[in-house]
């Protein structure tokens, strides 16, 4: 899905006209079906703008268009930053897993999980019509529930998250075992109780 595409359908979502969201976001009408058309790419400031007029997280809008191979580069940098590891089972399907997000996953999978049983339900309504109208309302909410990520996680755990991600920042920053830029004892020392301390903030 394009970066346009992604604001349409948010916009949609929200009921929302051209007109009413250019008006938010500062821009022309005409402007805004620019974006959605991808006539125009909208700067980081406007995005910015659109997703807060939009409701969700900027994210939302600016990694919406991507590859396989693109996918898998950024899963790979999520790898290398969060402690990833893969596992494959009997059937040779394989899994991965992130030992630092395990956090934010537990909120995913209760929503996923609360997610399947409202899909469940639906499919219990004997009228179609109604049925399809649930299903519809169903997934909406669970992709909106993506959408505004992590508006839904408490302070305290945003916190700790912001920490790590601080402390990941400055460790590869300053490589304490990096042959080419070479520290004495003291500035290795230094640099790994910052380290601690960002962690542990």
Same mark, same amino acid.
């Given at each position: 899905?394009?970066?346009?595409?992604?604001?349409?359908?948010?916009?949609?979502?929200?009921?929302?006209?051209? !007109?009413?969201?250019?008006?938010?976001?500062?821009?022309?009408?005409?402007?805004?079906?620019?974006?959605?058309?991808?006539?125009?790419?909208?700067?980081?400031?406007?995005?910015?703008?659109?997703?807060?007029?939009?409701?969700?997280?900027?994210?939302?809008?600016?990694?919406?268009?991507?590859?396989?191979?693109?996918?898998?580069?950024?899963?790979?940098?999520?790898?290398?930053?969060?402690?990833?590891?893969?596992?494959?089972?009997?059937?040779?399907?394989?899994?991965?897993?992130?030992?630092?997000?395990?956090?934010?996953?537990?909120?995913?999978?209760?929503?996923?999980?609360?997610?399947?049983?409202?899909?469940? !339900?639906?499919?219990?309504?004997?009228?179609?019509?109604?049925?399809?109208?649930?299903?519809?309302?169903?997934?909406?909410?669970?992709?909106?529930?993506?959408?505004?990520?992590?508006?839904?996680?408490?302070?305290?755990?945003?916190?700790?998250?912001?920490?790590?991600?601080?402390?990941?920042?400055?460790?590869?920053?300053?490589?304490?075992?990096?042959?080419?830029?070479?520290?004495? +004892?003291?500035?290795?020392?230094?640099?790994?109780?910052?380290?601690?301390?960002?962690?542990? +903030?």
């Amino acid at each position: 899905m394009t970066l346009g595409e992604n604001i349409r359908r948010l916009r949609k979502e929200r009921k929302m006209t051209l !007109k009413e969201l250019g008006s938010l976001v500062g821009v022309s009408e005409s402007y805004m079906r620019a974006y959605e058309v991808g006539d125009r790419h909208p700067k980081p400031d406007k995005i910015e703008k659109i997703a807060i007029a939009l409701g969700v997280n900027p994210e939302t809008l600016q990694n919406a268009e991507f590859d396989s191979v693109t996918a898998m580069h950024r899963i790979f940098q999520i790898f290398r930053s969060y402690n990833g590891e893969l596992s494959m089972d009997k059937d040779g399907n394989i899994s991965i897993s992130f030992a630092t997000l395990q956090t934010y996953f537990r909120y995913w999978h209760d929503r996923y999980k609360a997610y399947q049983e409202d899909l469940a !339900k639906c499919d219990q309504i004997k009228d179609p019509i109604a049925r399809a109208n649930e299903l519809i309302a169903t997934e909406n909410a669970f992709i909106h529930w993506m959408d505004t990520f992590p508006q839904q996680i408490p302070a305290e755990h945003l916190e700790y998250m912001n920490r790590h991600d601080k402390g990941m920042d400055y460790v590869g920053l300053h490589p304490l075992n990096d042959p080419e830029a070479p520290m004495t +004892e003291e500035e290795k020392k230094y640099h790994s109780q910052k380290a601690k301390e960002l962690f542990s +903030e």
